[in-house]
Nanobody, 114 residues
Framework: QVQLVESGGGLVQPGGSLRLSCTAS????????MSWYRQAPGKERELVAR???????LYADSVKGRFTISRDNAKNTVFLQMNSLKPEDTAVYYC????????WGQGTQVTVSS
């Protein structure tokens, strides 16, 4: 079992930046892949970025070059640095991993608006 807690969301103007954090209740070393998903109103949940234990990353086309995912196993934390934010990035952002089962955080709201 592991609990994932996201933080760092908020209201930001277009072009601004936010850094999301996902802190786990125990070591994430055993989880090979840690991911960020997002869900906008009326839309399906979609993969934003993921990172493996070795540091290999994958990004949705819509965020490439603007978002950066990283992990700090010593702090049991995964980060999502979001730059050049756009209104279409507005969504609830979720941390996700899997082991014996799927593990989701409760989500953190990101709103990009002037």
């Amino acid at each position: 079992q592991v609990q994932l807690v996201e933080s760092g969301g908020g209201l930001v103007q277009p072009g601004g930046s936010l850094r999301l954090s996902c802190t786990a209740s125990r070591s994430i070393f055993s989880f090979n892949v840690m991911s960020w998903y997002r869900q906008a109103p009326g839309k399906e949940r979609e993969l934003v970025a993921r990172i493996t234990q070795s540091g290999t990353t994958l990004y949705a086309d819509s965020v490439k070059g603007r978002f950066t995912i990283s992990r700090d196993n010593a702090k049991n934390t995964v980060f999502l640095q979001m730059n050049s934010l756009k209104p279409e990035d507005t969504a609830v952002y979720y941390c996700y991993t899997w082991g014996a089962r799927d593990y989701w955080g409760q989500g953190t709201q990101v709103t990009v608006s002037s």
